[in-house]
Every structure is written in structure tokens, then in C-alpha cells.
Nanobody, 124 residues
Framework: QVQLVESGGGLVQTGGSLRLSCAAS????????MGWFRQAPGKEREFVAA????????YYANSVKGRFLISRDNAKNTAYLQMNSLKPEDSAVYYC?????????????????RGQGTQVTVSS
């Protein structure tokens, strides 16, 4: 069983940056394709970014392309989401997900494991 723990969320002003981390345990991290999703109150959950278990390719939602960067550090069993130029519409609970040896996907249902989420709030 894979456990995922997100951290790094918080309150930031418009235009600011945050880096989310997702620490994984329970399985060899290098075998996990990682994804980030988010959900704002009253809205559907949406895909943010994903990174293949091999490190490439990466995949981004159009709404974050050029502003967010997903990466991984297999030595630390951790995936990251660097978020720059944040906007109020980026405010949401951000969830880390994982799937063993899977291809990158924007479908939440394709990921086998999920974290509890971390809150990101961007003030205007």
C-alpha cells in the first residue's frame, strides 16, 4: 500500500510562489507515476500536472502551463509542484496521486493512490 503525504500549502498573495511536496512510502518511488489534482469549493476536481515514473514525459493542464513545474526526486521519495505567478483562481485543495508504472494521465480515476490534500489560498 502506498501512502502519500502532501505539504507546502498555505496563503500567498497574487503573483507569489509556493512549492508543494508529496512524500511517498510503501513502494519503490521510481516505479510510481505521480499526479497533482486540485479541487476548489463548489467546483469539480481538476487535473493539474503529472510526471511519468521514469521522469519523462510531464503533462500539464493548460491553465497552469508555463507557471507550474512538476518534478521528482527519487532519492527523497518525493514529488514536487512548483507553483509560480499564482492567481486567486489557483486557490484549492491540492491532492497528490500515484499509479505504479502508469503513463501520465489527466484522469483522477486512473491513479490508484491519493493523499489527504493540502490547502492553497491565493489572495487578491
Amino acid at each position: 500500500q502506498v501512502q502519500l503525504v502532501e505539504s507546502g500549502g498555505g496563503l500567498v498573495q497574487t503573483g507569489g510562489s509556493l512549492r508543494l511536496s508529496c512524500a511517498a512510502s510503501g513502494r519503490t518511488f521510481s516505479t510510481l507515476t505521480m499526479g497533482w489534482f486540485r479541487q476548489a469549493p463548489g467546483k469539480e476536481r481538476e487535473f493539474v500536472a503529472a510526471i511519468d515514473y521514469s521522469g519523462s514525459p510531464t503533462y500539464y493542464a493548460n491553465s497552469v502551463k508555463g507557471r507550474f513545474l512538476i518534478s521528482r526526486d527519487n532519492a527523497k521519495n518525493t514529488a514536487y509542484l512548483q507553483m509560480n505567478s499564482l492567481k486567486p483562481e489557483d486557490s484549492a485543495v491540492y491532492y497528490c496521486t500515484a499509479r505504479p508504472y502508469g503513463t501520465v494521465s489527466n484522469s483522477y480515476a486512473r491513479y490508484d493512490y491519493r493523499g489527504q490534500g493540502t490547502q492553497v489560498t491565493v489572495s487578491s
